[in-house]
C-alpha cells in the first residue's frame, strides 16, 4: 500500500532524538519492512544543525511554511518586541498558518498518485491532514498522543485553549479512525465526539532488531566507567512529568545499601542542571552519569548495563494518558523495572511477575521496591525474562503497523461497496 505519514508538528523533529522523533521513525520503519511504500511529510527534520540527522530509508518531504505565513508571524514577533511582551502568539498564528501551506503543498504533489490512505500523527491546531484526505479521497487515520488542547490550556496557559479545543475536536471527528496510544485517550476521543466504533487503542512497541536482551557489551561499559557495582537507570526526557525530581532522594537513600550502586541518566532537557547540582551537593556526582541524548540506535546498549530500571512518574492532576516508551524499551531488553502504578503501566506490568509497582508519588514505596529488586538477583532475572516476553510478543512496532494496514484496509473495502 501506498502511505502517507503527515507529522505537522513543528516540536517534533522527525530525524532527530526526542521519543516523539523515534516513534514516528520507529512506525514508518515497520510500514517499509511490511513492503509497504511510505513518504513522509514533516515540518521539522532535526533539533540542531549540529546533531547527525538519523537515518530514514523512505522519500522525506520538509514542508515549510509559506512566505505569507511566514511574514505574518514575524509581524506578530515585531510586535511583540516594540512592547517588550513575551507570549506564545506567534507560536500559535505559526501552527494555525501552517495548515493551509501544508494541505496546498501535499494536494500538489499526490494528485495524480494519491496515498491509499494517510497517517497523522495528531497536533495542536493540526486541521491539515483532514482536510487533505478529502481533496485527495483518501481516508485519515490519525494517531493520537495526548489530550492536546488540555494540555495547551494546563502547561502553556496561552489563553487558546477554547481554539485549541474546537480544532482538535473538528479534526477528531473529520477523522475515518482516531488510533490513541491508551485506553484514558480512548475515553479522551470519546468524550469529544467521536464514534466508538471509529476508536482503535494502539501502544507504543518497540523495535526487537534493537531491543532484546543480551550481555552489556564491554566498550559500553567503559564508556560510562561502569565499576562492576550494581546499575539503576533511567532513560528519557529530563522534565517535571517525568518525575526526575525523584532521583537524588533515591539514590541517597540506596547507595547507603549498596555501596557500589551507580545510576545512569539518558536523556536530556530543563532539569538536567538542577539534578547534577543537587547529585553534587550531595556528595553523588561521582556515581551518578548523565549521557545525555543519545541516537536511538544507541539508547539499547546503554539500557542492557542497567541491572534495574526506573519509570518514576509523579501522580498527575488529570488521567495518566502516556504509553511510555522506556517501560518497552526497559522490558524489550530483559531489564526489571520499577514503575508507578498509573494508566497504561498498570495494565502492561504485573505486579512480582513482569516488573515491580508502587503507587505514583510515594518515594518511600519506590525505594523500598528498588531495594527489593536489587538484593534480589533471581527476582531480577526472573522479571526481566518474563517482560522480554510480553513484550516481543505484544508490543512491537511491526505489529502495530499490521494493525493499522488491516484497520486501512477495511475503510477503503467499505468504501468500494458504499
Known sequence: ????????????????????????????????????????????????????????????????????????????????????????????????????????????????????????????????GATLARELGAPLLLEVNAPLAVEQTAYRSTGFGDLADKAERWTLNAADVVLPVSKPLREHVLSLGVLSERIHVVPNGVNT????????????????????????????????????????SLMTRLSKRFADLQMIIVGDGQLRANLQREFKQLGLA??????????????????????LAVAPYPKP????????????????????VVAANLGQIAEVVVHGQTGLLYPA??????????????????????????????IQRDFTWERNAQRVVEIAQQLLKRSKTT
Open 1 to 128: 500500500m501506498k502511505i502517507l505519514y503527515l507529522c505537522p508538528d513543528l516540536g517534533i523533529p522527525v530525524l532527530g532524538r526526542k521519543g516523539a522523533s523515534v516513534h514516528v521513525r520507529e512506525m514508518i520503519g515497520a510500514f517499509a519492512r511490511a513492503g509497504h511504500q511510505v513518504v513522509l511529510a514533516a515540518q521539522t527534520l532535526n533539533k540542531s544543525p549540529w546533531e547527525a540527522p538519523a537515518t530514514l530509508d523512505v522519500p522525506v518531504l520538509q514542508i515549510r511554511p509559506g512566505q505569507a505565513s511566514t511574514t505574518a508571524v514575524q509581524g506578530l514577533k515585531d510586535f511583540n518586541q516594540l512592547l517588550a511582551l513575551e507570549n506564545s502568539l506567534p507560536g500559535e498564528l505559526r501552527r494555525i498558518l501552517y495548515n493551509k501551506d501544508l494541505a496546498q503543498d501535499l494536494a500538489r504533489r499526490f494528485e495524480n498518485d494519491p496515498p491509499d490512505f494517510i497517517y497523522e500523527r495528531a497536533s495542536l491546531y493540526a486541521t491539515a
Open 209 to 248: 532488531s534493537l531491543f532484546s536482551p543480551g550481555e552489556p557489551d564491554q566498550q559500553v561499559r567503559a564508556r560510562y566507567a561502569v565499576n562492576g557495582g550494581l546499575v539503576l537507570g533511567f532513560v528519557g526526557g529530563l522534565r517535571p512529568w517525568h518525575g526526575v525530581e525523584a532521583l537524588p
Open 286 to 307: 561521582e556515581k551518578v552519569t548523565f549521557t545525555g541524548a543519545l541516537p536511538h540506535d544507541e539508547v539499547a546498549g546503554v539500557v542492557r548495563l542497567f541491572d
Open 317 to 336: 492532576d488529570h488521567d495518566f494518558y502516556f504509553s511510555p516508551l522506556k517501560l518497552f524499551e526497559y522490558m524489550a531488553c530483559g531489564v526489571p
Open 361 to 390: 508519588g510515594d518515594l518511600e514505596a519506590l525505594a523500598l521496591q528498588c531495594e527489593q529488586a536489587l538484593s534480589d538477583p533471581s527476582l531480577r532475572k526472573s522479571v526481566g525474562s518474563a517482560a522480554a516476553g510480553v
